[in-house]
């Protein structure tokens, strides 16, 4: 990780580039919190803005400097990063007269989760404003901010990513630019979520069906972790049938899979708990069957969920 020496008379405010030792961040919530706190540690000199205040103590303490408004946050730095719960957070700070003014010529990363088309109507705002925009996506915990498990995903003007590196590098793990088109990073983030969230989904249900089999999560867990291990290979494998429109279901056919599908849904209803996501995948198959693909794969429905949008 970088470190950064600067002259403490050094009263440095640039906008746009020049200024590569200080940084803004505007959110305090745990990932806010997490990045500042690497910053600090690489030597930069950092300022701080949360909406509720508070949050900043140990932060100060350390070194940061606690601006009074937003606005006076971002003028204190040529690059600002947000990270706040979502867009309608960060329009809501950004958007404000005196921001998007002190903003001009400056650079901001806006590392808050949200949608593709949210990321693009937050990079024609700045554009429109004179404001210099990357926008980015974080994809894993806030304790692994400035370690090498850390993972961001950037995307849009491939020389202002280029140019704040050094800064951005301060947060540790791996960075990804994924093209210039700005709502790539928030595109990745969705499709990967979308993986997470449906699996945590069908993690809690399975726990919720073990234990009215008896079965405790701790018991379950080895053997969950053990399902898991199964994925990574697969995704990959999946990814080249995808890609290629080639959906081999040699090894396991749609019509085995669904007849899996078919025991959880039943098992977990005797027991009287819901069995609504399970249901719907085993919908998805039954309807890939009904096109005429029983021998084809599971993966064959990304062909269906793909019409379902034309
Ligand atoms: P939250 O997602 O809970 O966001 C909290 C922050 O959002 C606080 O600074 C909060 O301010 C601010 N906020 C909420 N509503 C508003 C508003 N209307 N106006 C101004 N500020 C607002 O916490 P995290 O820090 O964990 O997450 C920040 C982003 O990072 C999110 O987009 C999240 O998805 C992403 N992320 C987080 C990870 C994590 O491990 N925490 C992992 C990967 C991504 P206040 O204190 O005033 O409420």
Redesign the pocket.
């Known amino acids: 990780m970088p470190t950064y020496d600067h002259d403490a008379t050094d009263t440095d405010t640039d906008t746009g580039s020049g200024s590569t030792d200080t940084v803004t961040v505007l959110?305090?919530?745990?990932?806010?919190r997490a990045l500042a706190g690497v910053f600090l540690n690489a030597g930069l000199r950092v300022t701080v803005w949360?909406?509720?205040p508070g949050?900043d103590g140990e932060l100060v303490a350390r070194g940061a400097t606690a601006a009074a408004s937003p606005a006076e946050a971002v003028a204190a730095s040529a690059l600002t990063v947000v990270?706040?719960?979502?867009y309608?957070?960060s329009d809501?700070?950004l958007r404000q007269d005196a921001v998007t003014a002190a903003l001009k010529g400056r650079t901001v990363v806006n590392?808050?989760?949200d949608t593709p088309a949210r990321a693009r109507n937050t990079a024609e705002w700045a554009a429109a404003h004179g404001i210099r925009y990357l926008d980015g996506a974080?994809?894993?915990?806030?304790t692994t901010i400035g370690t090498p498990e850390a993972v961001f995903l950037l995307s849009g003007p491939e020389e202002l990513y280029g140019e704040h590196r050094p800064v951005l590098d301060a947060v540790g793990g791996t960075h990804s630019h994924l093209g210039t088109d700005i709502g790539r990073a928030a595109a990745y983030d969705i499709a990967l979520l979308d993986i997470f969230w449906t699996a945590m989904s069908g993690y809690a249900h399975a726990l919720a069906v073990a234990r009215a089999e008896g079965i405790t999560a701790r018991e379950l867990a080895p053997f969950a972790q053990g399902i898991g291990a199964i994925l990574p290979p697969l995704f990959e494998e999946f990814a080249a049938d995808v890609d290629d429109g080639r959906y081999s279901g040699e090894l396991n056919p749609i019509t085995s899979a669904v007849s899996s599908m078919a025991h959880i849904a039943g098992a977990s209803e005797s027991h009287g708990i819901e069995a609504t996501v399970i249901r719907a995948a085993e919908g998805q198959a039954r309807r890939v069957i009904g096109l005429g693909h029983g021998t084809d794969g599971f993966m064959r429905v990304t062909e269906l969920l793909g019409r379902s949008r034309r």
């Open positions: 959110g305090l919530g745990p990932m806010g949360n909406r509720t949050r990270c706040v719960v979502n309608d957070a809501t700070i590392l808050t989760a974080i994809m894993t915990p806030a």
